[in-house]
């Protein structure tokens, strides 16, 4: 059995109070998950500590792990508003997102300052998970793979040592929309950026996780794919009883 790694991006959601029962519920259910799977949960920074403190109060650090949604590319200094690697491994996270396709969109990431993030924080021990995806009109004009590539190019410059990498294959029309690639989309994707990988890095099996509205339903026949190792999950791991149901 492939290792399943299932990372849910909690987005701009969530209370402190609702932190605590999530972890309150997800604790309660992770008895029944399978031990081939990985988990991390995103909050909010701001809650990082706080869900830190849940994980270690239940004991159940071995199974879930935290991460951010973002980071900046400096340890210190005059950059309001942003947070530093070494700051969210402080409040106990181990991984962080990096060109998410809204951060792309809506605050003007491109993929050449994706990339200075993506190295920066490897060399910090944060892992990068680095997200890659077309748009429909991309995706429409026959350009999916070009958009791709130039993210994996840009976004992996700088990256010698590829060992705490995971990368997110996010077809946009796919994000909150209800709409997720076919299994086999999915994969024909995922298999070109295993292909890319494996030519830069040589095969070392890097995770490569699809993510746009994976849900219960459709988690299973997405995971069966040859070249997808898991999801990355956002609406559908707000609630922990359907985020366990894709862990079972
Ligand atoms: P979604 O979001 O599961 O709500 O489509 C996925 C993501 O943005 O990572």
């Not at 990339?115 to 021990?125: A, E, L, M």
């Not at 680095?130 to 130039?150: F, K, M, N, S």
């Not at 995971?223 to 079972?248: C, H, Q, R, T, Y």
Request: include cysteine; charge should be negative; charged fraction near 25%.
């Amino acid at each position: 059995m492939k290792k399943i790694h299932l990372f849910g991006n909690w987005k701009m959601n969530m209370s402190g109070d609702e932190t605590d029962s999530f972890f309150r519920s997800l604790s309660e259910g992770l008895g029944a998950i399978s031990e081939d799977v990985n988990m991390a949960i995103f909050p909010p920074s701001l809650y990082l500590e706080r869900a830190h403190r849940a994980i270690v109060d239940m004991g159940i650090g071995e199974k879930v792990s935290l991460g951010v949604q973002n980071v900046y590319h400096e340890d210190k200094g005059a950059f309001t508003g942003e947070i530093a690697p070494v700051m969210a491994l402080e409040l106990g996270a181990s991984f962080s997102i990096l060109g998410h396709s809204e951060r792309r969109a809506l605050f003007g990431e491109t993929p050449d300052f994706v990339g200075k993030k993506v190295s920066f924080c490897s060399q910090k021990g944060l892992k990068p998970v680095l997200c890659v995806g077309e748009t429909l009109e991309e995706r429409d004009r026959g350009e999916a793979w070009t958009i791709i590539e130039d993210q994996l190019n840009q976004g992996l410059l700088n990256l010698q040592d590829p060992s705490s990498l995971t990368v997110a294959y996010e077809p946009v029309w796919a994000i909150g929309t209800g709409r997720s690639a076919s299994p086999d989309d999915a994969q024909e994707m995922c298999s070109s950026i295993r292909g890319w990988l494996d030519r830069r890095y040589g095969a070392k099996k890097i995770p490569i996780l699809y993510g746009g509205s994976v849900k219960p339903e459709n988690s299973k026949d997405l995971f069966s794919m040859e070249d997808i190792d898991g999801a990355l999950v956002g609406g559908a791991s707000l609630d922990p009883k359907s985020f366990l149901k894709m862990a079972v």
